[in-house]
């Protein structure tokens, strides 16, 4: 497995299904064919880097766009 985000091997497992870059210290989660990245930030809490890797819009940005 490689990260999305700099292609690193060095990738740490830490629950099931979710995995760690120490590279570019990302976590992800891998779930069948969908993946999230997410930014483990200073707190600990996670904020979502999907609109940064993936084309499909989110519920979420659906809604500000109408």
């Not at 690193?8 to 064919?33: A, L, M, P, R």
């Not at 930014?39 to 940005?61: I, K, M, N, R, Y």
Request: charged share 25%.
């Amino acid at each position: 497995m490689r990260c999305p985000n700099c292609n690193s091997k060095d990738i740490g497992k830490i629950g099931s299904h979710q995995y760690y870059c120490w590279g570019c210290f990302i976590e992800f989660t891998v779930n069948g064919d969908k993946m999230s990245v997410f930014q483990v930030e200073e707190d600990g809490t996670l904020s979502s880097l999907d609109d940064l890797f993936f084309d499909e819009p989110t519920v979420e940005q659906q809604m500000h766009a109408n």
